[in-house]
Each structure stands twice: as C-alpha cells, then as structure tokens.
C-alpha cells in the first residue's frame, strides 16, 4: 500500500542523497579544467530560467546539471548507478519544481556546490549537495503531501544535522 511506497521512497531517496553527495566530493578532485568551465556555463545558463519563470526549462536544466556532476565524478560505476537511481525517483524529484519559487532555490543550491568543487573543496562540495538533496525530498515529500502528513510540522528545522528519512517526515 502506500505505506510500504512512503518508506521505498525514502529508502531510495536516501541512497539518492548520498551517491550525489559522493559524486559532488568527487567532482571538486577529479573535474578537469574544461568540465570545470563547463559546469560553470552550465550553471549560469540556469539563471536566465529562473529570471523568466521557465519550470518545465529548469526540470531539464537540473538533469543536465546532476549529469554533469554525476559526470564530472570520473567514477563510471557511480555516474551508472546514479543515472540508474535517479530513473526510479524521477517523478518525485520532478514534483519538487511544483512548489512556489522552488526554481530559484534549487539554483541557489547549485550555486554553493559549483563554487564548492570550482574551489576544489570536496568537503564543501560534499556538504552543499548533501542539504541540497534534503531540501529536494522535504519539498518533494511537501508537494506530494502523502510524505509531508505523517507528523504535525514542529518549528524552524535545521538541515545540516538530520538524515533523509527524518526530513522526508518533517
């Protein structure tokens, strides 16, 4: 029942966070110059998306972004295994894009791990992506309600110190 798909969805997204949390830390080491050129490009190119309100552009825009990163890993198994993970949670991350300005967060978010792995901070990288990834399943558990109605809402959360399963209640 939708229980048993409320927890496959956590579980997966879960996996999800960490494979691109791994990818970011790998990308700051591993990225060439000219993928390094490329992301940024690819990157500033989302702006004008978000300027002009453009969702259905931006749902494209961010595959091609997490590709790049997933890419820029230089793991072949883990860009594989990602691609592969992301096929199975692609309707739900794709429901993110429905919540109100979430576009313009999403952007913001790429933002810190862009400048992250252009910097050469895998760490950073690691950590950026990592909340990125959370905000993704909370607003994705938000937009499709049936995650988001499992415990009343308690006060400001801080991202940095909880695991997906946790945000995707919250």
Do not use: W
């Amino acid at each position: 029942g939708s229980e048993m798909c409320i927890r496959d969805s956590q579980n997966i997204f879960l996996v999800m966070a960490e494979l691109e949390t791994l990818a970011a830390r790998l990308c700051a080491t591993a990225m060439t110059d000219d993928e390094r050129c490329r992301l940024e490009a690819l990157h500033a190119s989302g702006e004008a998306l978000v300027a002009a309100a453009e969702v259905e552009r931006y749902r494209s825009h961010n595959d091609r972004f997490h590709d790049a990163i997933y890419g820029g890993s230089h793991n072949g198994f883990l860009e594989e295994t990602a691609r592969s993970v992301r096929r199975r949670v692609a309707p739900f991350r794709r429901l993110q894009f429905d919540a109100d300005r979430r576009i313009d967060r999403s952007q913001e978010e790429h933002g810190r791990v862009v400048a992250a792995i252009l910097a050469g901070d895998g760490g950073a990288a690691a950590e950026a992506m990592g909340i990125h990834m959370r905000i993704v399943g909370r607003t994705v558990g938000d937009v499709s309600g049936g995650l988001a109605d499992r415990k009343p809402r308690m006060g400001p959360v801080s991202y940095t110190h909880l695991t997906l399963p946790t945000i995707l209640l919250v």
